[in-house]
């Protein structure tokens, strides 16, 4: 039976990254994008809709009697922003929910929801994260967190009616193919043009975008209904980010580096900033509460069960740079 992979938010950083790899191997795949999307995945077929409205996005699902249809719905909003933003809940909640829903009816084989490692409630600093089986968005920070919280658990609880549904939690992604404003590319691009002169004491756990995606097409195979795997690499403090950026680039190294507390103080005018010079805000409330947050998280199931590997964030970085000198952003 020929298989059919349906991957929402394909014009995305993880999205089209997955559609990569996928066609490379010759894979039939439908991409799922929004009206007027600018970069559209090749060697696809393409559909438009809205996550938002479900019936947009019915044409999806249809004509594929007799295959085995797989989705991967990595669709949804990264947002560090402080206050509600209703598009948010709306994409990846609502969003999620009528994907799932679609799923069911037109029993697809397989659903990989791409949640992410901030769903996961935080354990106090030090003590290292693993998958979990419910979530709660209450417990969970921040609006993109609470989101995306609620809408795993609508996952899973179709998994428990019979839907064949595997959770994976990227932690922080970074890497090439990011033709949006992704936060770690946003601040690459920062650094190169010399327009970062301080950076932040704190880190996260930063992953390369082509291991989550080999990790999560692994998960086609072998992820197991009604589990979670966590895709994370390690804690890079941000530091380490900007020095081997100094080291790739040759730039001036960034010497200053602000306190959290500090940070905290200012952030409200940063996001005040950046929306007047219309660039994405490398600091708020949110990002600065991130990382400032326990990192810590473990990948060993995904190891074990997915064959999950990272590569060196060094590559990852210098390829990064690369690919945006080739696209002329920087």
Known sequence: MEKVYLITGAAGHLGNTITRRLAESGSHIRALLLPNEKHIPENTEVFYGDVCDKESIRPFFENLEGKDIVVIHCAGIVSIATKFDQAVYDVNVTGTKNVVDLCKEYKVSKLIYVSTVHAIPEKPKGEVMTEVSRFDPEVAVGLYAKTKAEATNYVLDAAKEGLNATVVHPSGIVGPFDYGNGHLTALIIDFYKKRLTAGV??????????????GIIAAVEKGKPGECYILSNRYFKIREILDMLHEITGVKKVRTFLPIWFTKITATLSEIYYKIVKRPPLFTAYSIYTLD?????????????LGYTNRDMKETLKNTVDWLKEQGRI
């Open 293 to 305: 947050s326990n990192a810590l998280f473990s990948h060993e199931k995904a190891d074990r069960e």
């Open 201 to 214: 004491k704190g880190g996260y756990d930063f992953v390369d975008v082509r291991d989550v995606a080999k």
